[in-house]
């Protein structure tokens, strides 16, 4: 149970990343100036942290816009605030911790992360959180209640 646990936090932060290389490049691309940078990030020849250093971005907007998504997307704040903390390689084990049952490292309590999803509850959790974020409400087949 628990290597499929980790499976579905490694496929989470697999979309976090995504999903922050998205950010990136949508406000790259508004700019005529910047759009070769987003080649470079779609093409995955550049992460979108080394590309927003590279560039002398902020990374703390795009981290806060991220959560904000995250939390538009899921619904819960605590949820956001350590998913996206995944973007972040110093946070990122500690996160992946959190997700399988372990409680929140000091770290992760100080941004706000503060219960434990407890071992019992992390698969589902992440099963969930993974469905949230590939079929987010906006995207999902609406039901054949909703459909009335």
């Known amino acids: 149970m628990t290597d499929d646990v980790e ?3 490694e496929q989470l932060q697999s979309q976090v990343l995504r999903r922050f290389s998205e950010l990136v490049a949508a406000e790259l691309n508004a700019s005529r100036y910047t759009r070769h940078a987003a080649r470079a990030l779609d093409e995955r ?4 942290r080394q590309l927003i250093h590279r560039l002398g971005l902020s990374e703390r907007r795009f981290l806060a816009e991220l959560r ?3 939390h538009a997307t899921i619904g819960d704040a605590q949820y956001a605030t350590a998913l996206s903390l995944l973007a972040r390689d110093q946070f990122a084990p500690l996160v992946r911790d959190w997700l399988t049952g372990e409680p929140p490292a000091p770290a992760l309590a100080e941004r706000g992360v503060t219960w434990t999803i407890g071992r019992q509850a992390a698969p589902l959790t992440a099963v969930s959180l993974l469905t949230l974020l590939h079929y987010p409400p906006a995207r999902r087949p609406a039901t054949r209640s ?3």
């Not at 020849?45 to 979108?48: D, F, G, N, V, W």
């Open 68 to 70: 904000r998504d995250l």
């Open 146 to 148: 909703e459909a009335v």
């Open 7 to 9: 499976t579905f936090v």
């Open 45 to 48: 020849r550049l992460s979108a």
